[in-house]
């Protein structure tokens, strides 16, 4: 399995401040950002479109993680990708050709992911395996942040850790959704190696000694 990422999200941060926020966690040793896009529609929730990710784009380096929970994301792929996406993911429910969203968001030169909810059937990937640079898996009902853990997807994501050695490509298997110190021991274990937490990173008043205490943890497996 790849080396674990941990990917501080976005939604979690001082939206008043985020230039600096996002510097923050980079410095701190993030090495992705991730970058949630709710329509209001596909979840209760509206956050920002490409605008904000394109302005955000030159105060860091990290990798953009984009995550799109919203309906129709396929008339939005070009735009996205031009602001600085890095890795844009679609959820497997708002997309009816899924097969050709993905191989859409892959030739515009980003990586192309999947996100599963908690109960999105793992047997819907068979058929866009060959499409796939990385998989995401809710661990809460997507919408909100600072959501409870919920624990059913830990089997969910052993699945699909033996799902992607079943293949001969190099898939990322992330992990959103009350990760923290506690339940990132476990999904590492199952086989996750993107962690993606909010709070946890972001309302720590130090960023750098939580991003530490997550790989110290991870280390021990």
């Known amino acids: 399995m790849s080396e674990v990422l941990i990917a501080p999200s976005l939604l979690s941060a001082d939206f008043a401040c985020l230039s600096e926020e996002i510097q923050s966690v980079e410095q701190a040793g993030a090495d992705w950002l991730h970058l949630d896009v709710m329509d209001g529609v596909f979840v209760p929730n509206l956050t920002f479109g490409p605008p904000l990710i394109k302005a955000l784009r030159p105060h860091s380096g990290l990798h953009f993680d984009v ?9 939005h792929l070009e735009a996205f990708a031009a602001a600085g996406a890095d890795s844009i993911t679609v959820h497997l429910e708002a997309c009816p050709h899924l097969h050709r969203t993905l191989g859409q968001i892959r030739a515009l030169g980003v990586r192309s992911g999947v996100a599963l909810n908690p109960s999105s059937n793992i047997g819907d ?85 939580s991003i530490r205490e997550l790989r110290a943890v991870l280390a021990l497996e």
């Open 125 to 209: 990937l068979d058929y866009v395996l060959d499409q796939l640079d990385q998989i995401l898996v809710m661990a809460v009902n997507p919408g909100f942040g600072g959501q409870k853990f919920i624990e059913a997807v830990v089997p969910k994501i052993s699945r699909l850790r033996d799902l992607i050695q079943s293949t001969d490509r190099s898939i990322d298997l992330a992990v959103d959704g009350g990760i923290d110190a506690t339940t990132a021991r476990r999904v590492k274990s199952a086989g996750a190696n993107v962690l993606i937490a909010g709070q946890a990173i972001f309302k720590s008043s130090d960023r750098a000694a």
């Open 67 to 75: 995550h799109l929970m919203m309906i129709e994301p396929e008339r």
